[in-house]
């Protein structure tokens, strides 16, 4: 392999231009958090000292770092860190990497938690992402997460551990055989598969490395929407609310589905890039 450019201003060069070459859509910022990861310095010291050398081994580490990024690698496993609702979150690849868009689905979530009081259940908690950034801002709430991924359910506890969030706790099951049978929650929140499994999308970078079976669901991506929200009738207390973040065209099958299935005040908002991402439906027996 080529050598690598020792200094900062150089190797910022060098690895921006190989990761453009790769196909990387953000190939500049790309270049600097891994140097700044190799470095273990803030991004302000890459303008402040352009001159300085990377020692020998900062510079394995960094060729290793550049080589899984020009393969496609996602940043948030290589640094094995993803930001979501400002909480720094451990991810692997046993987990989807928490979505800016999904904060919409928090938003709505505390809206509603405004609404009616009671325990909080997030189903298909991944890295714990919702579940962690509930609990956080409702202290007094119980929230618990449920994936059917083990590896999944040791990061999100891994998470609430590092972050001291004690109000939360995570289980594993296939949706609500992760729950015990007979609790009642005021809000059920659900990220769930959505994807069509013939989505060109799935080809397309990040995504590729994700685990499939945390995007894509059958009957064009609405199988588990439909399945949690025919079982959420029986976990939901009286004037409890049902939540789920869905793909920006489908709001109008969900809203239908949940509609079916009898939930009231069904409704659908949107995401900062304005599109439909989030519906909900009320459980009035
Ligand atoms: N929003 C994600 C994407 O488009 C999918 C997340 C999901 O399937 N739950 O890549």
Known sequence: MMSLPARIDELTRYSTAVLSKSGSPSPAIDAAVLLC????KPRS?????????LTESQLDSFAELLARRQNGEPIAYILGQREFWSLPLQVSS?????????????????????????????????????ALALASELPDIKVTGVDIQPAACEVAKA??????????????????EGVEKGTKFALIVSNPPYIDADDPHLQCGDVRFEPRSALVAEEQGLADI?????????????????????????AE?????????????VHTEQDDSGHDRVTVGCFLP
Do not use: M
């Open 226 to 250: 439909r399945t949690i929200a025919a079982a959420a009738r029986q976990y939901l207390q009286p004037q409890g609310w049902l939540l789920f973040e869905h793909g920006y065209e489908q």
């Open 37 to 40: 990861h190799v470095l273990e």
């Open 94 to 130: 046993a987990t989807l990497i928490p979505r800016p868009d999904t904060e919409c689905l928090v938003i709505v979530a505390l809206e509603k938690a405004r609404q009616v009081t009671g325990p909080i259940l997030d189903l298909g908690t991944g890295t714990g992402a919702i």
């Open 45 to 53: 010291y890459l303008l402040t000292w352009p001159e300085k050398t």
């Open 253 to 265: 099958s969900v809203r239908g589905l949940l509609q079916s299935l009898g939930y009231q005040s």
């Open 159 to 176: 998470n609430a551990e590092r972050l001291g969030i004690t109000n939360v706790s995570f289980s594993q099951g296939n949706w609500f």
